[in-house]
């Protein structure tokens, strides 16, 4: 990468970091320090818990196709100032209600797609990875790292203080964006961002709606644990600021045991090892529904849950990529995205309701069930082998205009070695490739000079 590139990708992913980390860290303390509020309920925490996912859920695809219209940088500062309001209203709430209202104004600012598109305008193709790479890792960083300062900062500063400082960074976020993120010209976002013209196609896809519906599972799970484990763990006389000692711990070790899956993967996503995550999960809760008096045996079973969370949280993202036909990428990251978030809202939902009206231990069988539920849709799942998306430009865009110009193309693209699948975009020449490891891009080059 040149140094364009590296000050691009260190300061998009300084703002994922802080934004995600303003999201994640309320996680596993609201469900004990909202006790404090007046209408305090399982319900209404479970709500402010997920909240946040119902606009992340409505928005993402829009704010995504906005930014093409309005350019990236707009909409990105855009949705952190709405993400920045959000989070001062939650830390001024003295009730529920007004929490849950910040909450949901923090999801409102959906700037994935958006920050996701900044980042292919300013890397170079052979680059592009690297810097997606980076941005990726710091999205997982920020998750550990928040659950860790989460619980410290509220024991310092309360649940207000977590929501302020949430804003503060969101508003420290806005200068990286606006001076540090080089200008770039906006590329063609057929690989990077939804496209209206094919949600039909890839939500109806059935492989995609098998990985839609476990990212929402997963997400839905993951969000009812944090309803339920911080008032867990208070069984053992743990106050709030220590619950750190259980949470580093047990991330430690279970990104030992993703090393582990991913080493037995080879490079490749096998059914197998997707059953395997989802069974560690499903033993989680099954434990956490029987032995929440057992220490040891509630430290086991998150240590088995986030194991499989892991492993799926990164694995999934590869299997849509592979899956999504060339060219339609973006909207299958967009539809896939608009399920994780909705599957926060319905793990807040479902957990507080539960609880409301039953108790903690039935809300964790009921994740236990969805599990089993959760095999039955992944058994129909096609293995597939990774991939890499490539786009060229046609030397002579108006060419791909007529019909038979665009066949006779496509034909000859789809004959050079390694290409998988061929995507036109007849409106600025934009040809989308999805090749394995034998393509061959001078061959590719040769059958674009051609027509």
């Known amino acids: ?16 970091v802080l934004r995600m980390m303003g999201l994640f860290m309320v996680m596993p303390v609201l469900a004990v320090a909202a006790m404090d509020y007046p209408d305090y309920s399982p319900l209404l925490v479970g709500l402010a818990v997920g909240g ?18 309005w350019g990236r940088k707009p909409v990105i500062l855009l949705g952190l100032c709405v993400f920045a309001i959000g989070s001062f209203v939650a830390a001024s709430a003295d009730n529920m209600i007004m929490m849950i209202v910040g909450r949901i104004l923090q999801g409102a600012g959906a700037i994935a797609g958006a920050i996701m598109a900044l980042a292919t305008d300013v890397s170079r193709e052979s680059q592009r990875a690297k810097v997606l790479a980076i941005i990726g890792i710091a999205i997982g960083f920020s998750f550990y790292l928040a659950v860790i300062l989460g619980p410290l900062i509220a024991n310092s500063y309360g649940l207000a203080g977590v929501f302020a400082i949430t804003g503060l960074l969101a508003v420290l976020c806005m200068p990286l964006v606006k001076w540090v993120v080089p200008d770039s010209e906006q590329l063609s976002s057929g690989d990077t961002l939804p496209q209206k013209d094919q949600l039909k196609q890839l939500l109806l896809s059935p492989q995609l709606w098998r990985l839609n519906v476990s990212v929402l599972l997963l997400h839905m799970l993951i969000t009812l644990l944090f309803v339920q484990l911080p008032v867990t763990l208070l069984h053992f006389d743990m106050t709030l600021e220590s619950h750190w000692s259980v949470y580093l711990p047990v991330l430690g070790i279970s990104i030992v045991g993703l090393v582990l899956m991913m080493g037995a993967a080879r490079g490749r996503t096998p059914k197998s090892l997707l059953f395997t995550a989802i069974v560690l999960m499903g033993a989680a809760f099954f434990t956490l529904s029987t032995q929440t008096h057992s220490w040891w045996m509630v430290t086991a079973a998150v240590v088995l849950f986030f194991t499989g969370f892991n492993y799926l949280e990164a694995n999934f993202p590869a299997l849509v990529s592979s899956i999504a036909p060339a060219g339609k990428k973006g909207t299958a990251m967009g539809i896939y995205a608009s399920f994780q978030f909705f599957g926060a809202f319905l793990g807040g939902i479902v957990s507080g309701f539960v609880t409301d009206i039953w108790t903690p231990d039935i809300a964790y069988g009921v994740g236990a069930a969805c599990t089993v539920l959760w095999l039955f849709i992944i058994a129909g799942l096609k293995e597939v082998s990774r991939v890499k998306r490539v786009m060229m430009q046609a030397s002579k865009p108006d060419a791909v205009l007529d019909e038979r110009s665009q066949q006779v193309l496509k034909q000859g693209l789809s004959a050079v070695p390694g290409v998988l699948d061929v995507t036109l975009n007849h409106h600025n020449g934009a040809v989308y490739l999805k090749v394995d490891r034998d393509f061959d891009a001078l061959k590719a080059r040769e059958v674009l000079d051609a027509t």
């Open 1 to 16: 990468m040149n140094a364009l590139e590296l000050r691009a990708a260190l300061a998009l992913a300084s703002v994922y």
């Open 52 to 69: 946040y996912g119902l606009t992340q859920a409505a928005l993402q695809i829009p704010m995504g196709m906005m930014s093409d219209k």
